[in-house]
């Protein structure tokens, strides 16, 4: 459903609600008991509810539409955060070896996952998570995704596993440390503790057996990188550097590919695939599998170039 005789004021923080919106929050809510959902917990939940200016604002405003790669990999991978990374990397160590036993993952990597969502826990959010989706649910670009994670949402609750004033998450519905959206947690979060909750918002060992279980789960290679950044021949041919076209290093070395610093690549049948997340004339990367892992968890290639630049860093 569209905002059909939707009226926005932006006068301050007045907004006058759009007549629409409560028939659909009924069957919303009709949809929410079908799935066992109490009419207490839906009384709580929607107490107050209404679509939300701001959350419509930000849906439409990515960060690759607004910058670069380079200048988001200098805000993104900065001293001060790989500086702090290599900090709770050390402080965070016990925790952390045993997870990458468990899962497969190294350290390294969860703590980038970790610094770069919500630079180590500092900025999980302060959206009310249903109130969000629940925005984003109504709007008509992505209703029918949305819908579904906002049904979920109300399920951790049912569920036990945070409370419902301190479930606070991003514009998007993405909650907690590591930024889950509901159906990511409802597949992937753990209670590696063992006190009966997932608590991705407050329990380190939680966040970090989370992450490492999606990315386990998510097809990682435990005793493989992620990439490298590389350096392309003169005359490259840049229809060739797109995920979709997957060479050995043996093959990339023979049409001119090097590593950043000049040298030659591995003498590997490993695969690879060229990555220009500025296009011709920017930087260039070799990414392989596990590359394509984190893009399962972010689809953007600024984000998952991004992680493994931050997780180099911190070895």
């Given at each position: 459903?569209?905002?059909?005789?939707?009226?926005?004021?932006?006068?301050?923080?007045?907004?006058?609600?759009?007549?629409?919106?409560?028939?659909?929050?009924?069957?919303?809510?009709?949809?929410?008991?079908?799935?066992?959902?109490?009419?207490?917990?839906?009384?709580?939940?929607?107490?107050?509810?209404?679509?939300?200016?701001?959350?419509?604002?930000?849906?439409?405003?990515?960060?690759?539409?607004?910058?670069?790669?380079?200048?988001?990999?200098?805000?993104?991978?900065?001293?001060?955060?790989?500086?702090?990374?290599?900090?709770?990397?050390?402080?965070?160590?016990?925790?952390?070896?045993?997870?990458?036993?468990?899962?497969?993952?190294?350290?390294?990597?969860?703590?980038?996952?970790?610094?770069?969502?919500?630079?180590?826990?500092?900025?999980?959010?302060?959206?009310?998570?249903?109130?969000?989706?629940?925005?984003?649910?109504?709007?008509?670009?992505?209703?029918?995704?949305?819908?579904?994670?906002?049904?979920?949402?109300?399920?951790?609750?049912?569920?036990?596993?945070?409370?419902?004033?301190?479930?606070?998450?991003?514009?998007?519905?993405?909650?907690?440390?590591?930024?889950?959206?509901?159906?990511?947690?409802?597949?992937?979060a753990v209670d590696e503790t063992g006190d009966g909750r997932k608590d991705i918002w407050n329990t380190q060992a939680d966040v970090f057996g989370s992450s490492a279980n999606y990315l386990a789960q998510s097809g990682w290679r435990k005793n493989e990188r992620w990439g490298r950044r590389v350096l392309l021949p003169t005359g490259f041919d840049t229809r060739q550097a797109t995920l979709t076209q997957t060479k050995s290093l043996r093959q990339w070395q023979r049409l001119g590919v090097r590593t950043f610093d000049g040298?030659?690549?591995?003498?590997?049948?490993?695969?690879?695939?060229?990555?220009?997340?500025?296009?011709?004339?920017?930087?260039?990367?070799?990414?392989?599998?596990?590359?394509?892992?984190?893009?399962?968890?972010?689809?953007?290639?600024?984000?998952?170039?991004?992680?493994?630049?931050?997780?180099?860093?911190?070895?």
């Amino acid at each position: 459903m569209i905002f059909s005789v939707t009226m926005w004021v932006l006068a301050g923080a007045s907004v006058l609600a759009d007549s629409g919106f409560e028939p659909w929050l009924l069957e919303l809510k009709a949809d929410a008991r079908a799935q066992g959902i109490a009419d207490a917990l839906l009384e709580q939940a929607f107490q107050g509810v209404e679509p939300l200016p701001r959350v419509l604002e930000l849906d439409r405003r990515q960060p690759e539409s607004t910058m670069t790669f380079v200048e988001y990999q200098e805000n993104i991978v900065s001293e001060d955060r790989v500086r702090r990374g290599r900090q709770l990397l050390a402080e965070h160590r016990e925790v952390l070896q045993a997870v990458a036993a468990k899962y497969g993952v190294p350290a390294r990597y969860l703590v980038a996952l970790w610094g770069i969502e919500t630079h180590y826990g500092r900025l999980t959010g302060s959206f009310g998570v249903v109130e969000a989706l629940a925005t984003l649910a109504y709007d008509g670009r992505r209703s029918d995704y949305f819908r579904q994670e906002l049904l979920k949402a109300l399920r951790i609750l049912k569920e036990g596993h945070i409370a419902f004033p301190d479930m606070k998450g991003s514009w998007a519905g993405a909650m907690g440390q590591c930024q889950f959206m509901p159906s990511s947690f409802l597949r992937f979060a753990v209670d590696e503790t063992g006190d009966g909750r997932k608590d991705i918002w407050n329990t380190q060992a939680d966040v970090f057996g989370s992450s490492a279980n999606y990315l386990a789960q998510s097809g990682w290679r435990k005793n493989e990188r992620w990439g490298r950044r590389v350096l392309l021949p003169t005359g490259f041919d840049t229809r060739q550097a797109t995920l979709t076209q997957t060479k050995s290093l043996r093959q990339w070395q023979r049409l001119g590919v090097r590593t950043f610093d000049g040298a030659d690549l591995p003498d590997s049948h490993m695969q690879g695939a060229i990555v220009l997340p500025d296009g011709h004339g920017g930087p260039a990367f070799l990414v392989y599998d596990n590359y394509r892992v984190i893009m399962k968890w972010n689809r953007s290639t600024y984000f998952a170039t991004s992680v493994g630049l931050l997780a180099d860093a911190l070895m």
